[in-house]
């Protein structure tokens, strides 16, 4: 008993400042989203669009976060501190180059990429504009993703929870001042977040790079350990590919059943979105314990983790399906003022409700995996599950629009993707062969 206390101080000591942190980035959009929301219509549709553009393309990376925490724990975890921090530097050094090939080629495709998402006249000028002048920001928000995941690895998470909250104030302050100071309108709310994004990475520099070369380590990357990176990240960024298209058919599906059922489907979506980042701050908290401990050799403690961070997840889930399943009825009233919406919400959210236990596993369990390294049997999960979910979510499109909609569509997604995930990494994590010393 007086064990599992000492792990559970261990994994909340981790998880709740990486809750904060990661709370940090929504409110970022939400700045953004509020400042230009008062300068009128298109501006604020444009800015949406754009929006979508950047954050799928930094939602794709990551993997620069998720294969640096694992890498630097595990040297952390056995006291090959200098081997840690060339880890992260080798991180730090894939996030600048992907960053700045993105970036020109955002910036290039930027008219193309509006189009494609249906952009046009007036919205997509200032989606346009949204894009290309988030490009020079795009490098600096890869290589925070890349330091973050050095701090995990170092068992710290609270740096980062300060450093995004202080960035968060400075987002505000500096688009306030271009959108209304300046009068650069979309643009310059987009200039703002990467003015921002860059003090972050300069920040996380200072701290980082003074550690390395007081552990000897020179700043210059070696492209071994920079390949290897990619080679992991590679892996995990099909995982997370996997699931964005998940996500994307079933909004599509959602789409065809008409707009009441599409928006039904936002709200539960951004409920399920928000109920994520608790077990998310689990799940970063499960890597960089299970890198550390696997690194120091203690597979004991390996076990120990893995079993008390998947109660946590079930317990959580549970107490997070009971709140969703008592709310259902009211809370489609707070995103919408039409009835039927409303209605549809309810349905939707309790069968949200109803999977939350899983979801817990789920998370959790690709949290320990991650933390193990095991990157390539993650990417091969994801794609048995999306191969398991889409006869399902064909399924659902047959239903008939409204009620029955609503409840498919959350059926498969909910419970049978989930299901399949969960099934998946169940069956890896009761093994050994992921605990690779």
């Not at 530097?89 to 008219?111: E, K, T, Y």
Request: proline share 3%; net charge positive; glycine share 12%.
């Amino acid at each position: 008993m007086t064990h599992n206390r000492g792990i559970g101080r261990k994994i909340l000591a981790l998880a709740l400042p990486a809750l904060g942190a990661l709370i940090a980035e929504p409110l970022f959009l939400m700045a953004d989203t509020a400042i230009v929301g008062h300068l009128g219509v298109s501006e604020l549709a444009g800015a949406g669009l754009g929006t979508a553009v950047v954050h799928t393309t930094v939602g794709l990376m990551i993997f620069l976060a998720y294969s640096t925490t694992p890498a630097v724990a595990r040297h952390f975890g056995a006291k090959r501190l200098a081997d840690a921090y060339a880890s992260g530097r080798d991180g730090v050094w894939l996030a600048l180059l992907l960053g700045a090939i993105l970036a020109v080629l955002g910036w290039i495709a930027a008219p193309w990429l509006v189009s494609l998402m249906g952009g046009h006249d007036d919205v997509a000028h200032f989606a346009i504009d949204y894009i290309r002048w988030s490009m020079p920001g795009l490098p600096a928000m890869l290589m925070v993703l890349a330091a973050t995941g050095v701090l995990r690895g170092l068992q710290d998470t609270k740096t980062p929870l300060y450093v995004a909250t202080v960035g968060f104030g400075v987002n505000i302050l500096l688009n306030l001042l271009f959108v209304y100071g300046l009068g650069l309108s979309v643009a310059g709310s987009a200039m703002g977040t990467s003015i921002t994004q860059w003090g972050m990475a300069a920040v996380y520099l200072w701290m980082l790079v003074p550690r390395a070369l007081s552990h000897g380590v020179p700043l210059a990357p070696t492209w071994h350990g920079v390949l290897g990176m990619a080679h992991v990240g590679g892996w995990l960024m099909l995982r997370t590919l996997s699931l964005r298209v998940g996500i994307l058919a079933t909004v599509f599906v959602a789409t065809v059943h008409g707009a009441a059922t599409l928006a039904a489907h936002q709200v539960i979506f951004t409920l399920f979105t928000f109920m994520a980042f608790a077990l998310d701050a689990l799940a970063i908290a499960a890597q960089a314990l299970i890198g550390k401990e696997l690194g120091a050799g203690d597979v004991a403690e390996v076990r120990s983790l893995t079993r008390v961070m998947t109660r946590w997840g079930v317990y959580f889930g549970v107490f997070t399906g009971v709140v969703l399943a008592i709310a259902a009825p009211f809370v489609g009233g707070l995103f919408s003022g039409d009835p039927a919406v409303q209605s549809l919400v309810t349905l939707g959210v309790w069968v949200l409700a109803a999977s939350q236990p899983l979801c817990g596993v789920v998370f959790v369990l690709d949290g320990v995996l991650i933390g193990a390294g095991d990157a390539r049997y993650l990417a091969l999960a994801g794609l048995i599950a999306l191969a398991v979910y889409a006869p399902l979510l064909w399924l659902a499109s047959f239903a008939t629009a409204g009620a029955q909609a609503i409840v498919a569509i959350w059926l498969a997604f909910a419970l049978g993707y989930m299901a399949a995930r969960a099934a998946t990494l169940w069956f890896r994590a009761r093994t050994d062969s992921w605990m690779k010393i």
